[in-house]
């Protein structure tokens, strides 16, 4: 019943675009008449690459966001523009509705929900009913969490809903499209509590794709980061034994992209430098997606498969490639620089 009235305000509120408005410059205390009201106020714990830039799209669709982050210099980039920053996750929980956590690992998102001030009061009723975790993390951290939460009371029903509910939602898309709002969030959890949450996934991101119960989502995110990495290392394998035998990278890129052997890591993201414009192979391996972050990636789908006695060698083999990377000093580096950097590979002239 309590679902069924939130679908009913969710159907009744959600039929609009939603506005783009101008970056804030001050605190927009209007509320604007395209936020439902069970989302109004909402909390957004990480301002980092990813979280600034989504919690400013929030900011700019009409969102009334509190912020959190334990680096001063990017919550002092938010206060100067007017809004609302807090001390501790406790803080942002108790003036907020829904709560979005954007953090780097799964120890990170445990602090934040469970250590002290952090986001569940310490087991006390809590005023959010709804948190989201679009950090990439295991899915039995997502499951840990999402019965935390939902053990959890509420200091006040939200129409009918009993107790917090949690989704995991985990994004793709990286810096450059949670500029633009274009993310695509993956979806874990109560499909309700989603349908519910759309507008604010639609205000920072272009497609979500509901996978499930809780936890698909985060296994989504890292399954599909696993076969980038994969795919990643053959086409860079690929062209390293291509320049060996005497192919040059710009024609070995041409076959691939019209042959079998075509993949995002070929045709959008070359790891050769000279062979594309705009990617980070052609800067230096400067921004993009640390070799760091997908190390990360894939010790999460490691420690995944290990947990369910799944053999994963390809997994194993590319979590020691990257760990290696970063171990060389080369974790800020984007991660297409296995290239250079792990096979010796050649820049085209
Ligand atoms: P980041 O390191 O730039 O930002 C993380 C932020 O969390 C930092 O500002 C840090 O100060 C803050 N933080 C850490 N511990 C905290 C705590 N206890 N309390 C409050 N704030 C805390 O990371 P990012 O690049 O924004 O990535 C965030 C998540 O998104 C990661 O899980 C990453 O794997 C995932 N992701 C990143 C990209 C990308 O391209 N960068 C793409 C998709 C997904």
Same mark, same amino acid.
């Given at each position: 019943?309590?679902?069924?009235?939130?679908?009913?305000?969710?159907?009744?509120?959600?039929?609009?675009?939603?506005?783009?408005?101008?970056?804030?410059?001050?605190?927009?205390?209007?509320?604007?008449?395209?936020?439902?009201?069970?989302?109004?106020?909402?909390?957004?714990?990480?301002?980092?690459?990813?979280?600034?830039?989504?919690?400013?799209?929030?900011?700019?669709?009409?969102?009334?966001?509190?912020?959190?982050?334990?680096?001063?210099?990017?919550?002092?980039?938010? /206060? !100067?523009?007017? #809004?609302?920053?807090?001390? @501790? +996750?406790?803080? *942002?929980? &108790?003036? /907020? !509705?829904?709560? #979005?956590?954007?953090?780097? @690992? +799964?120890?990170? *998102?445990? &602090?934040?929900?469970?250590?002290?001030?952090?986001?569940?009061?310490?087991?006390?009723? *809590?005023?959010?009913?709804?948190?989201?975790?679009?950090?990439?993390?295991?899915?039995?951290?997502?499951?840990?969490?999402?019965?935390?939460?939902?053990?959890?009371?509420?200091?006040?029903?939200?129409?009918?809903?009993?107790?917090?509910?949690?989704?995991?939602?985990?994004?793709?898309?990286?810096?450059?499209?949670?500029?633009?709002?274009?993310?695509?969030?993956?979806?874990?959890?109560?499909?309700?509590?989603?349908?519910?949450?759309?507008?604010?996934?639609?205000?920072?991101?272009?497609?979500?794709?509901?996978?499930?119960?809780?936890?698909?989502?985060?296994?989504?995110?890292?399954?599909?980061?696993?076969?980038?990495?994969?795919?990643?290392?053959?086409?860079?394998?690929?062209?390293?034994?291509?320049?060996?035998?005497?192919?040059?990278?710009?024609?070995?890129?041409?076959?691939?992209?019209?042959?079998?052997?075509?993949?995002?890591?070929?045709?959008?993201?070359?790891?050769?430098?000279?062979?594309?414009?705009?990617?980070?192979?052609?800067?230096?391996?400067?921004?993009?997606?640390?070799?760091?972050?997908?190390?990360?990636?894939?010790?999460?789908?490691?420690?995944?498969?290990?947990?369910?006695?799944?053999?994963?060698?390809?997994?194993?083999?590319?979590?020691?490639?990257?760990?290696?990377?970063?171990?060389?000093?080369?974790?800020?580096?984007?991660?297409?620089?296995?290239?250079?950097?792990?096979?010796?590979?050649?820049?085209?002239?």
């Amino acid at each position: 019943m309590v679902i069924r009235s939130l679908l009913k305000l969710a159907e009744s509120k959600f039929n609009f675009i939603s506005p783009r408005f101008p970056l804030p410059s001050s605190a927009r205390t209007i509320s604007s008449s395209s936020v439902p009201s069970h989302l109004e106020r909402v909390g957004f714990i990480g301002l980092g690459n990813m979280g600034s830039r989504m919690a400013n799209n929030l900011i700019k669709a009409g969102y009334n966001v509190a912020v959190h982050d334990i680096n001063l210099s990017v919550i002092k980039m938010f /206060s !100067d523009k007017g #809004i609302s920053v807090k001390g @501790s +996750p406790m803080e *942002v929980a &108790e003036i /907020s !509705d829904v709560v #979005i956590t954007m953090l780097p @690992s +799964p120890t990170h *998102v445990l &602090e934040v929900y469970t250590g002290s001030n952090g986001l569940l009061n310490g087991g006390n009723p *809590v005023r959010p009913w709804l948190f989201i975790d679009s950090s990439t993390i295991d899915p039995q951290t997502t499951r840990k969490l999402s019965s935390a939460v939902s053990n959890s009371a509420l200091i006040q029903h939200k129409d009918s809903w009993n107790t917090p509910v949690m989704l995991d939602a985990p994004v793709s898309g990286g810096v450059s499209a949670a500029e633009t709002g274009t993310l695509t969030f993956m979806i874990g959890g109560l499909e309700e509590a989603y349908k519910a949450a759309e507008p604010l996934f639609s205000s920072m991101g272009k497609n979500t794709i509901y996978c499930g119960t809780t936890g698909t989502g985060s296994a989504a995110k890292i399954c599909n980061n696993l076969a980038m990495a994969v795919s990643m290392l053959g086409v860079s394998e690929a062209f390293v034994l291509g320049q060996s035998l005497g192919i040059k990278a710009t024609t070995l890129t041409k076959i691939f992209n019209s042959s079998s052997a075509r993949c995002w890591s070929s045709d959008m993201y070359n790891p050769v430098p000279g062979v594309m414009d705009g990617v980070p192979s052609s800067r230096n391996y400067d921004g993009g997606f640390a070799s760091a972050l997908m190390a990360k990636d894939l010790n999460l789908a490691s420690a995944s498969a290990k947990e369910i006695g799944l053999n994963c060698p390809l997994t194993s083999e590319a979590k020691h490639i990257f760990t290696k990377l970063c171990d060389d000093g080369l974790g800020k580096k984007d991660f297409s620089c296995v290239f250079r950097n792990f096979y010796n590979g050649k820049d085209e002239l």
